[in-house]
Structures are given as structure tokens and as C-alpha cells.
């Protein structure tokens, strides 16, 4: 299994090795902050493709992996934790967040 700390990094590779062809990917996604501090993942989400999935983190932060491109890069800041996610069905590029103040927002994943 490979692990990727992301880190503060905004975008970047979600492995850095090609995985081998015909094989099951296992990969341990993890984000630390000053000091060492690991920041917990509260929420993910698979978008209908299954290529893409959203994850959400501790400190409200939103991040868009892509598997088929082997990218991530952090879409939108929120500065609050996230309880659910959820991609529009309708308009691919939308996604909900719901956060932990009780409110429901609508982001494009596009900026």
C-alpha cells in the first residue's frame, strides 16, 4: 500500500509510482499541518463516473482527487468541518457540503 501526505499542498500527485496494470490500487491518503498535527478526512464521496471523489477535512477544507489523471488539488476552503458531501447529479461540476454550523452550501468544482 502507498500513503500520500498531501500536506498544505494545493495540488499535486496522488502516487507517485505508476500502479501495475490489472492490479487492485490500495493508497492511504493523509494531510499533516504544522508540527506533525495529522488532519482527519470527516467525509468523502465518489462522484457517478467513480474516476473522482471529493474529501473533506477536519479544518474545512475540500479537496478533488482524481484517479484516472492521478491529481488532486484542494477546491474550496470553507474555514469550518464538513459532516456530509454529496456531487450534484444533474450538474456534474456542483457539489453540497454541509457544515458544522448547520448550513448547506453549493460549490462548483470548476474555479
Known amino acids: ?60 477544507n475540500i479537496y478533488l482527487f482524481d484517479i484516472s489523471r492521478n491529481r488532486f488539488r484542494l477546491v474550496q476552503k470553507t474555514g469550518q468541518a464538513c459532516t456530509a458531501l454529496a456531487f450534484n447529479l444533474r450538474r456534474t461540476t456542483e457539489f453540497l457540503v454541509a457544515l458544522a454550523d448547520y448550513t448547506i452550501r453549493c460549490f462548483d468544482k470548476v474555479r
Not at 499533516?32 to 457517478?48: E, S
Not at 467513480?50 to 474529501?55: E, S
Open 1 to 60: 500500500m502507498e500513503v500520500t501526505d498531501i500536506g498544505n499542498k494545493e495540488e499535486g500527485k496522488v502516487w507517485h509510482r505508476k500502479p501495475t496494470q490489472g492490479k487492485s490500487v490500495l493508497a492511504s491518503l493523509v494531510r499533516t499541518a504544522q508540527q506533525g498535527k495529522v488532519v482527519r478526512f470527516l467525509h468523502v464521496t465518489f462522484d457517478p463516473t467513480g474516476d473522482c471523489f471529493l474529501a473533506g477535512d477536519h479544518h474545512g
